[in-house]
């Protein structure tokens, strides 16, 4: 794509339908203005700029430094490995003269509409103006991005563009913008400026009628009836954060803070490091093991991680700090059901952890066999060792090298009696599932440690 946004200047207004609508769950609408500085970066001039934009935002005008540009707006279809129905609007705008190589301009474009989510794109996907929370996430497209149309196309563009962002919400809610600095101003208007520190590129914005309930580093921003939920994760979020620095170091990322932002049920929690978002669960416990996860990803800042090793990780650390809450048995039925989850699918017991980034049985290898492979390493060198070689691993500058076996393998030599080279082989290199998965967890994991110990002499 020759065409590219280097900044985004965005002024958005959310207007959810108020309070005393008869119709609860009825959509509200956005209204932006967004000034685009575009770079062509291409080796030929280019007159017609190409933007997608969410299939029901419609844009009203498009200008260059207050000169109205010729715009056209069709519907069309981008054409995904799981759906065919993905459409979006698709906006031509003509330059009033061609943009040179190399050379930049700045386009404004007034939009907006409603969003009703994108659950064709995924069944959490349910971003849009609701009557008490508001959630834009850069896969909505609720900001023009140039693109081919295809998936890679746009994704491609987020990670590069800094961003400014204004936005104007009913006075009783706050507002979130993960890997932004956030400013309030007088006239009640939030302000953002990226800093490019969230986990994932492009523009996620949370608002809502948020209550915030703070426990030491840990902060937690609830919806109306979410109390007991933000009581839970606040002291969950905090025990978490404590445990884990104590065991691991500080969090490469994170600045040992954590903030949570709950979003309604079902709508795809994701911790994008200065922010987690996360659904409110009645059950304490669920609450735990979730936030526990999440916060155990600030130890996995994986930039490049295809065969996803940051869930293992993250589902192993979650598992240990389940047993310092609950005591053994919390880890006995953690690993049980990662066994169980293995012996459903032995296509996924069966595959090697390097490469599962192209198996089918992708996730089920990074939740399941992945931590199931740690807690071997951990019965087979002990916690204090394993915690070790985590800790060096997120610890590593710009993230953990991408291939974890080949690091173990360098560490080995400080760890008394283990036999690396078979455990690597074995868990990530072979086609084999390591572990009798009918065996009860503690006899099945003794057994797996004592293939990989030195005989006693
Ligand atoms: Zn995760």
Not at 297 to 325: K, N, S, V
């Given at each position: 794509?020759?065409?590219r946004v280097v900044h985004y200047d965005l002024s958005l207004?959310l207007?959810?339908?108020?309070?005393?609508?008869?119709?609860?769950?009825?959509?509200?609408?956005?209204?932006l203005?967004g000034t685009l500085r575009?770079r062509?970066?291409?080796?030929?001039?280019?007159?017609?700029?190409?933007?997608?934009?969410?299939?029901?935002?419609?844009?009203?005008?498009?200008?260059?430094?207050?000169?109205?540009?010729?715009?056209?707006?069709?519907?069309?279809?981008?054409?995904?490995?799981?759906?065919?129905?993905?459409?979006?609007?698709?906006?031509?705008?003509?330059?009033?003269?061609?943009?040179?190589?190399?050379?930049?301009?700045?386009?404004?474009?007034?939009?907006?509409?409603?969003?009703?989510?994108?659950?064709?794109?995924?069944?959490?996907?349910?971003?849009?103006?609701?009557?008490?929370?508001a959630v834009l996430r850069p896969e909505v497209?609720w900001y023009p991005v140039?693109?081919?149309?295809?998936?890679?196309?746009f994704m491609g563009t987020w990670s590069r563009a800094t961003f400014a962002l204004r936005v104007r919400c009913?006075?009783?809610?706050d507002c979130f913008v993960a890997g932004a600095r956030r400013s309030e101003h007088?006239?009640?208007a939030f302000t953002f400026e990226s800093t490019g520190t969230a986990s994932t590129p492009g523009i996620h914005l949370y608002a809502g009628?948020y209550?915030a309930?703070r426990?030491?580093p840990v902060s937690v921003h609830?919806?109306?009836?979410?109390?007991?939920?933000?009581?839970?994760?606040?002291?969950?979020g905090?025990?978490?954060l404590?445990?884990?620095?104590?065991?691991?170091?500080v969090p490469p990322v994170g600045e040992g803070r954590a903030t949570f932002v709950?979003i309604?049920?079902?709508?795809?929690s994701q911790n994008l490091f200065d922010i987690i978002t996360q659904?409110?669960?009645?059950?304490?416990?669920?609450?735990?093991?979730?936030?526990?996860?999440e916060v155990?990803h600030f130890w996995t800042p994986l930039e490049d991680d295809?065969?996803?090793?940051a869930?293992?990780?993250?589902?192993?650390?979650?598992?240990?700090?389940?047993?310092?809450?609950?005591?053994?048995?919390?880890?006995?039925?953690?690993?049980?059901?990662?066994?169980?989850?293995?012996?459903?699918?032995?296509?996924?017991?069966?595959?090697?952890?390097?490469?599962?980034?192209?198996?089918?049985?992708?996730?089920?290898?990074?939740?399941?066999?992945?931590?199931?492979?740690?807690?071997?390493?951990?019965?087979?060198?002990?916690?204090?060792?394993?915690?070790?070689?985590?800790?060096?691993?997120a610890g590593t500058p710009g993230g953990g090298?991408?291939?974890?076996?080949?690091?173990?393998?360098?560490?080995?030599?400080?760890?008394?009696?283990?036999?690396?080279?078979?455990?690597?082989?074995?868990?990530?290199?072979?086609?084999?599932?390591?572990?009798?998965?009918?065996?009860?967890?503690?006899?099945?994991?003794?057994?797996?440690?004592?293939?990989?110990?030195?005989?006693?002499?």
């Amino acid at each position: 794509m020759s065409m590219r946004v280097v900044h985004y200047d965005l002024s958005l207004t959310l207007s959810p339908v108020p309070p005393e609508s008869p119709i609860a769950d009825a959509p509200g609408s956005v209204d932006l203005v967004g000034t685009l500085r575009l770079r062509n970066e291409g080796a030929r001039p280019v007159r017609q700029v190409r933007l997608l934009l969410y299939r029901l935002l419609e844009v009203t005008s498009a200008e260059t430094s207050g000169v109205p540009l010729a715009l056209r707006q069709v519907q069309r279809r981008i054409p995904l490995d799981w759906t065919d129905a993905l459409f979006v609007n698709r906006v031509t705008v003509t330059l009033e003269k061609a943009l040179e190589p190399g050379a930049e301009t700045t386009l404004t474009l007034h939009y907006g509409g409603t969003l009703v989510g994108y659950r064709e794109l995924g069944p959490y996907m349910h971003d849009s103006v609701q009557r008490d929370v508001a959630v834009l996430r850069p896969e909505v497209l609720w900001y023009p991005v140039p693109g081919p149309l295809s998936w890679q196309g746009f994704m491609g563009t987020w990670s590069r563009a800094t961003f400014a962002l204004r936005v104007r919400c009913p006075a009783y809610w706050d507002c979130f913008v993960a890997g932004a600095r956030r400013s309030e101003h007088p006239d009640g208007a939030f302000t953002f400026e990226s800093t490019g520190t969230a986990s994932t590129p492009g523009i996620h914005l949370y608002a809502g009628r948020y209550v915030a309930r703070r426990e030491g580093p840990v902060s937690v921003h609830y919806l109306p009836g979410g109390e007991s939920w933000a009581a839970s994760a606040a002291a969950a979020g905090a025990f978490a954060l404590e445990e884990l620095e104590r065991l691991l170091g500080v969090p490469p990322v994170g600045e040992g803070r954590a903030t949570f932002v709950a979003i309604p049920p079902g709508w795809g929690s994701q911790n994008l490091f200065d922010i987690i978002t996360q659904t409110a669960e009645e059950d304490p416990a669920r609450t735990f093991r979730e936030v526990a996860h999440e916060v155990s990803h600030f130890w996995t800042p994986l930039e490049d991680d295809p065969d996803r090793f940051a869930e293992a990780i993250a589902h192993f650390l979650q598992d240990y700090l389940e047993g310092l809450r609950g005591g053994p048995t919390a880890v006995d039925a953690a690993i049980a059901s990662h066994m169980a989850a293995l012996g459903r699918q032995p296509e996924a017991a069966k595959a090697p952890l390097a490469g599962a980034g192209s198996h089918p049985a992708l996730e089920t290898i990074s939740r399941e066999k992945g931590p199931l492979a740690l807690w071997a390493l951990a019965r087979t060198v002990g916690i204090p060792d394993t915690m070790d070689v985590l800790s060096a691993w997120a610890g590593t500058p710009g993230g953990g090298p991408k291939d974890f076996a080949a690091f173990l393998l360098e560490r080995a030599g400080q760890m008394k009696g283990f036999q690396a080279d078979p455990f690597v082989d074995d868990w990530f290199r072979a086609d084999l599932c390591p572990i009798d998965l009918t065996l009860a967890p503690d006899a099945a994991l003794r057994r797996v440690a004592a293939n990989y110990l030195d005989a006693e002499p």
